[in-house]
């Protein structure tokens, strides 16, 4: 599994965790910054990360900002995105069962590292269902190419 990071000043708070549990699950990460808490613009690294999973470069992208929004907006503008932004657990199963997201968006401003670690191994762990969700992501995916 090769997995995609970015964030900016905002989500910054969450990435020492995040990357430790990566790291001990023995995934290959390619981090696209930032590094420290210097004011940044957000889309520069959704647009890297969902470059970098549209591409296959990656498998999965991760993205983090204050809320998690701003990096899910920017990151669905890629073609092939399905970036999910949440902070519950039943929501980070349920967007790999049945949405297949394949960037996970979380707020370091909304959710605590130890949370966000939650909701990424739920991500990563819970199987796509397949069956009826597949219908519906390709109706997704004929939108993206009507674009
Ligand atoms: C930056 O202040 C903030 O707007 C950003 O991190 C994010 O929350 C945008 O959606």
Redesign the pocket.
């Known amino acids: 599994m090769r997995i995609a990071i970015g964030c ?4 910054i708070v969450l990435k020492p965790a995040v990357l430790a549990y990566l790291k001990e699950k023995d995934i290959e990460i390619t981090d696209f910054g930032t590094n420290d808490t210097a ?1 940044v613009d ?1 889309p520069i690294y959704a647009k890297k990360v969902a470059e970098a999973v549209a591409s296959g470069a990656a498998d999965k992208g991760i993205l983090l ?7 899910s ?1 920017a990151a669905n503008k890629v073609k092939g995105i399905r970036a999910a932004v949440l902070s519950d657990e039943f929501s980070a199963a349920a967007c790999s069962a049945h949405n297949n997201a394949n960037i996970l968006c979380l ?3 909304v959710v605590s590292p130890e949370k966000a670690v939650k909701l990424v191994d739920l991500w990563l762990t819970t199987p796509f269902e397949g069956d009826r969700h597949n219908r519906r992501l390709q109706i997704i995916a004929e939108m993206d190419e009507r674009k």
């Open positions: 900016d000043h905002g989500g004011s957000y900002c204050g809320t998690g929004i701003g990096m907006i707020g370091g401003r």
